[in-house]
């Protein structure tokens, strides 16, 4: 059974960080690609990044490119999101998900809030 759980999400002022986790278990994520996503209250979800398989490239969503890093610990099996300058429209869940062998992202973490401050 795959699992994912993010942590590191809390409440910061603009221009702050925050790096979240994204820990699998059940699966590695160097066999296959991760994303991560967020959703504001009211609004679809959004695709922020994702890590290829090879890890050899990310790929960013404008809003928050040169921002935000994605990186990989394959020893800890675990994800990264390291979040720069932010801003208080980045406010928003959190959430790292894996592809599946569909080639589809098909296993999600619960989320962690993130809250930034004006």
């Known amino acids: 059974q795959v699992q994912l759980v993010e942590s590191g999400g809390g409440l910061v002022q603009a221009g702050g960080s925050l790096r979240l986790s994204c820990a699998a278990s059940?699966?590695?994520?160097?066999?296959?690609?991760v994303g991560w996503f967020r959703q504001a209250p009211g609004k679809e979800r959004e695709f922020i990044g994702s890590f290829s398989t090879s890890g050899g490239s990310a790929y960013y969503a404008d809003s928050v490119k040169g921002r935000f890093t994605i990186s990989r610990d394959n020893a800890k099996n675990t994800v990264y999101l390291q979040m720069n300058s932010l801003k208080p429209e980045d406010t928003a869940v959190y959430y790292c998900?894996?592809?599946?062998?569909?080639?589809?992202?098909?296993?999600w973490g619960q989320g962690t809030q993130v809250i930034v401050s004006s």
């Open positions: 059940g699966r590695t994520f160097s066999s296959y690609g």
């Open positions: 998900a894996l592809v599946g062998e569909a080639g589809a992202y098909a296993y």
